[in-house]
C-alpha cells in the first residue's frame, strides 16, 4: 500500500508563489518506482492532471501550467513536490498527489485520473486578484 499526505497550500495574491509536498509511505513498494503527479480540482470541475514525475525522474506538465509549476521528488525522504510560481486565479483548487505504476499508464503522457491507484486527501490552493 502507498500513503500520501500533502501539505503546503494556503491562500496567495496573484503573482505569487507556493510549493507544495507530499510525503509517501510505502510500505511495500519502493518509492522510487513510482510514477508521482499532482492533480487539481476546482468546485464544480474536472479533476485534471497538472505534472508527473516517472521512476525515471522525466517529468510532464498540462499546457496550463508549463513554464510556472515544478514538479521533483526527493529519494531519500519519500517526498513529492510541486513549486508554484506566478500563480493565477484560474488556479485556485484543491491539489491531490497521487501515484501509480508504469503499467497503469495509458500512455507516455499518464496524466489521467483514472491511471492512478493512490491518492492524498488534498490541499487547499487560493490565489486572489
Known amino acids: 500500500q502507498v500513503q500520501l499526505v500533502e501539505s503546503g497550500g494556503g491562500s496567495v495574491q496573484a503573482g505569487g508563489s507556493l510549493r507544495l509536498s507530499c510525503a509517501a509511505s510505502?510500505?511495500?513498494?519502493?518509492?522510487?518506482?513510482?510514477?508521482m503527479a499532482w492533480f487539481r480540482q476546482a468546485p464544480g470541475k474536472e479533476r485534471e492532471g497538472v505534472a508527473v514525475?516517472?521512476?525515471?525522474?522525466?517529468?510532464r506538465y498540462a499546457d496550463s501550467v508549463k513554464g510556472r509549476f515544478t514538479i521533483s521528488r526527493d529519494t531519500a525522504k519519500h517526498t513529492l513536490y510541486l513549486q508554484m510560481n506566478s500563480l493565477s486565479p484560474e488556479d485556485t483548487a484543491m491539489y491531490y498527489c497521487a501515484a501509480t505504476f508504469r503499467e497503469n499508464c495509458r500512455g507516455v503522457y499518464c496524466l489521467g485520473p483514472s491511471e492512478y491507484n493512490y491518492w492524498g486527501q488534498g490541499t487547499q490552493v487560493t490565489v486572489s486578484s
Open positions: 510505502t510500505y511495500t513498494y519502493s518509492f522510487s518506482n513510482l510514477y
Open positions: 514525475i516517472d521512476s525515471d525522474g522525466d517529468t
